[in-house]
């Protein structure tokens, strides 16, 4: 040890620290998740018990640096505890993901006093909450959004509606964007982000159901004259909403990579296990072709969307610009947990439609995942783009 430089050491501490947080993260899966996520998930039941653990984990600080209280990961050991969680239930790892990505925010974008007043609190869990972009009206064209908040005094009233706010009804803050200037352009100048604590003026108008990610709460939330102090503007200062939510996608589209690798990887695990155990015309389905073809389809592309995440995970720690890495692997894996699914679902058989089988909780999660944090379309878009810039003639 002692021939070691200190920046060796250090990375060795920082190692064996993650490592043991790893080993928690899939102590607690196994003993407090596993057993229960197929009942809560048919019965749509908030996992209270399982936040508890995950507070006193301190996963909800996961990525809040540790001189505000958090465990201070770096971005790719993250991403490997969302894969451990989403390959046992997908929901809980919307849980701190939601949080986090409001977590990161205040902890890139938002003034000294914000982060010293809410970043503790994020990180134990007291405060708990997360991202309020989505409209009825608009999801991709964020710039198109209506909720306004006009300066009045020492404060800002705000009004309009966001939806499919996942935590809105279990969380209590939000990281809120909204128009403080609708006519100036371009139109991303007239966005800004507010620290939206519920109270008077902000209320949940209703429960969305959905065909899965169940569990997690995904809710409408109305703002109607809603006051809020002028010191909740994320960094001060008017018109930098759009920077402030996409310093926090960067964090989401790493997980919803991650939650790719980990829902292809369980239909994975899914498929060999019940491939070995079913027989038909005298051997195991694995041994007919057909079923060993799509077994070898799913592993690959569990491998290749694992090191595709890892890939963007380092650019992310490196802090380098990294849409298109990120992008990338949220593309792959996403696709490949929704075709990982299906396949599973295929190998078994009429089992695979039946509620008692994982593989149909797997079928309904999956989808999620193409849609959420910028959907695959818009990935495409933005890889190309990044593509030929990173290629000019
Ligand atoms: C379960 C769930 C949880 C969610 N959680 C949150 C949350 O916590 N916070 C939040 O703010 N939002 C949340 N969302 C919303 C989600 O981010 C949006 O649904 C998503 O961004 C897509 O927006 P949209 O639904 O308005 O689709 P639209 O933007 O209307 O898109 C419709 C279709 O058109 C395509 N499209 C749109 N524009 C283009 C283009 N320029 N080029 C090519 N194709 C295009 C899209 O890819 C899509 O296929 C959640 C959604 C769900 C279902």
Redesign the pocket.
Known sequence: MNDLSQKQRDTADRDEYEALILDSVDRFLARDVKPVAQRLEHDDTYPAEIVERMKELGLFGAVIPQEYGGLGLRPSTYAKIIERIAKVWMSVSGIIN?HLIMAYIVAKTGTEAQKRHFLPKFATGEIRG?????EPD????LQAIRTFAQKDGDSYVINGT?T???NGIHGTCFALLVKTDRNIQPRHKGMSMFLAEKGEGFKVSRKLE?IG?KGID?AELIFDNYHVPADRLIGGEEGKGMVSAISGLELGRLNVAARGVGVAAAALDEAVRYSQQRHTFGKPIHEHQAIAIKLADMVTRVTAARLLTESAAAAVDRGERCDFEVGMAKLFATEAAVENALEAMRIHGGYGYSKEFIVERLYRDAP?LV?????N??QR?TIAKRLIEKNPI
């Open positions: 939601s997360g991202l309020a972009l989505t608009c999801g991709t064209d966001k499919w706010i996942s959905k990610y995904s999620l849609i959420g944090e910028g959907t379309e818009i878009i």
